[in-house]
């Protein structure tokens, strides 16, 4: 990729985009176009068209999509399946008839099957059922590697695809609802360390910032608003049997990893797709004992079965992007510690 070029960073206000710019602009790249939903609805069609035939973008990072956690990839199933796929075919689509050399699709590693061998390979995809969790998210991010594959067999262009394991950073969705598990520990542990040292003020404040989900009232007391969400002064309320194993990459390793495949490889040395991760995993209550020592909580944790585990295991096996000299450098503490940082320079 040329400094100069004319690099469209699709979804630059989520996770994945604003980490992707920073890196983009860090490293001297001056023409970055981006533009918000309410600008361009990557949904429609035609509106998509018509900023290609006018922006012209060279280079194409597509990080936008209907993304969240267990919870809303299980509810808003509708949603995930439609939004996902019409965004990357219509991005694929108009790619290719306005001339773009490169564009990256990002997915995700629910792609592979829920009982895929560990570590998961890339040549996994599609040799078993999927998680059902997540079964709308994954067909759809599934019909976008196989449009940039295609694409790139019949058209001859060079679109490639990355799948990233679970992300994490600033800028992350913090909404207890519709959040992954990261975050949301993040601010669960917070908030149930204010509230063990009764600082109900905080406690609004933190409310007030950023929406919570499940509809609720604000104008509760914050002890009962928030025992609403599993948190007591005795103790806070983990989904699930805290069993499952998940594999975190900071979300600015991600965008290194990103910008160095858009400026060294295509599609005939990468292929179908290339995982993206750390190669090693943890246990929920792993990651949530971590998150408790780093904000000092010191009340107890419990578990709530009646929500669901997910799959059990995906870990990436991630020698192939390795071969081709990258690998992450954030550890899970550090990452962990900057996200917390981050979450408390906002309130
Ligand atoms: O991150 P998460 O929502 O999604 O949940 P997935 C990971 C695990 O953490 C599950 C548990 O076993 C949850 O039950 N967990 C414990 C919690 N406490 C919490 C909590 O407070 N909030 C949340 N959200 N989880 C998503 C997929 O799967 O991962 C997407 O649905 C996508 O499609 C994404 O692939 C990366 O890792 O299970």
Redesign the pocket.
């Known amino acids: 990729m040329e400094k100069n070029a004319k690099i469209y960073v699709a979804g630059h206000r989520g996770l994945v985009g604003s980490s992707v710019v920073r890196k983009l602009q860090n490293d001297g790249y001056a023409k970055v176009i981006t533009k918000t939903s309410k600008e361009l609805d990557l949904r429609r069609q035609t509106d998509v068209e018509v900023f290609f035939e006018r922006e012209r973008p060279e280079y194409v990072i597509l990080a936008a999509a209907k993304?969240?956690?267990?919870?809303?990839?299980?509810t808003y199933t509708a949603e995930?399946i439609y939004d996902n796929i019409i965004i990357a075919a219509n991005v694929v689509q108009s790619a290719y008839r306005y001339g773009v050399k490169k564009l990256l699709n990002l997915g995700?590693?629910?792609i592979y099957p829920k009982f895929a061998p560990q570590p998961i390979k890339e040549e996994h995809l599609l040799t078993g059922v999927l998680?059902p969790?997540?079964e709308p998210?994954?067909v759809a991010k599934i019909a976008a590697i196989k449009l940039c594959r295609y694409y790139n067999e019949q058209y001859g262009t060079n679109f490639i695809s990355g799948m990233p394991?679970?992300?994490y950073g600033p800028h992350d969705n913090f909404n207890?609802e519709t959040?992954?598990?990261?975050p949301?520990?993040v601010r669960?542990f917070h908030l149930a360390k204010l509230l063990i040292q009764k600082k109900y003020d905080e406690i609004k404040k933190d409310l007030n910032m950023t929406a919570v989900g499940f509809n609720l009232n604000l104008n509760l007391d914050p002890a009962h608003l928030l025992e609403k969400l599993?948190i007591t002064t005795e103790y806070l309320?983990?989904?699930?049997?805290?069993e499952?194993y998940?594999e975190f990459l900071y979300v600015d390793d991600l965008a290194d990893a990103c910008i160095f495949l858009m400026e060294r490889y295509n599609y005939k040395e990468i292929g179908e797709c290339v995982n993206v991760g750390t190669g090693e995993d943890v246990k929920?209550k792993e990651?949530?004992s971590l998150i408790q020592k780093i904000v000092k909580y010191e009340g107890a944790i419990k578990h709530?079965a009646s929500?669901?585990?997910?799959?059990p295991k995906?870990l990436l096996d991630v020698s192939r992007l390795k071969s081709l000299g990258w690998q992450s450098k954030t550890s899970l503490k550090e990452g962990l510690r900057n996200t917390y940082d981050w979450y408390l320079s906002r309130l």
């Not at 993304?67 to 990839?73: E, H, R, S």
Request: charged share 15%; net charge positive.
């Open positions: 993304v969240g956690g267990i919870l809303a990839n299980s995930f995700s590693s629910c998680e969790t997540n998210y994954a394991t679970n992300l207890l959040a992954h598990v990261l949301s520990l669960k599993g309320m983990l989904w699930g049997s805290g499952p998940r929920i990651l949530a709530d929500k669901p585990d997910g799959t995906k």
